[in-house]
C-alpha cells in the first residue's frame, strides 16, 4: 500500500521585463524532493494514489533591476493520481500536483500546480518472477 518516488527536475524559461522590453535573460530552476505514496486499493492493475513529499528547489534568475538572484528554498510536493501497470515493467501514469514552494527575502514563495501524464519503466521487472495482480 505504500511506496516512494524521487523527483529529479529542471527547466530554463525565458523571462521578459515589462519595464524594460529590450532586456532578457534565462532563469535556471531546479527541483529535488522525495515523495511517499499510498495506494488505497494496494497491488492492483489500476491504482489511485496520493503523495506527500520534502525536498529542495534553487532558482537562478536576474530581476528586473538587474540584480541576479541565486537562491535555494523548500518545496513541498502534494499530488493525487492514479497507475495503471500494462505489464509488469511498464506502467502508464496521470498525476494533478501543487508542489508549495516557501520564498526568501529574495523570493516571493509560490504554488505551482501542474497536471501530468507519462509512462514509467521498472527495470527490476526484466530480472524476477512476473508479479500476480488480484482485482
Given at each position: 500500500h505504500w511506496?516512494?518516488?524521487?523527483?529529479n527536475a529542471f527547466f530554463s524559461p525565458e523571462l521578459s521585463y515589462p519595464r524594460d522590453p529590450s532586456l532578457s535573460a534565462t532563469a535556471h530552476n531546479w527541483f529535488v524532493d522525495v515523495s511517499?505514496?499510498?495506494?488505497?486499493?494496494?497491488?492492483?492493475r489500476l491504482r489511485p494514489f496520493w503523495s506527500i513529499g520534502l525536498g529542495a528547489a534553487q532558482f537562478q534568475f536576474m530581476d528586473q533591476d538587474r540584480y541576479n538572484v541565486s537562491d535555494w528554498v523548500v518545496d513541498l510536493p502534494l499530488s493525487i493520481g492514479l497507475k495503471y501497470y500494462c505489464k509488469d515493467w511498464l506502467v502508464l501514469r496521470g498525476e494533478l500536483?501543487?508542489?508549495?514552494?516557501?520564498?526568501?527575502?529574495?523570493?516571493?514563495?509560490m504554488n505551482n500546480l501542474s497536471f501530468t501524464?507519462?509512462?514509467?519503466?521498472?527495470?527490476?521487472?526484466?530480472?524476477?518472477r512476473p508479479v500476480r495482480y488480484g482485482y
Open positions: 511506496g516512494w518516488e524521487l523527483r511517499v505514496l499510498h495506494y488505497p486499493w494496494g497491488d492492483t500536483s501543487d508542489t508549495i514552494i516557501f520564498g526568501t527575502e529574495n523570493l516571493n514563495g501524464l507519462g509512462a514509467e519503466i521498472h527495470w527490476h521487472s526484466f530480472k524476477t
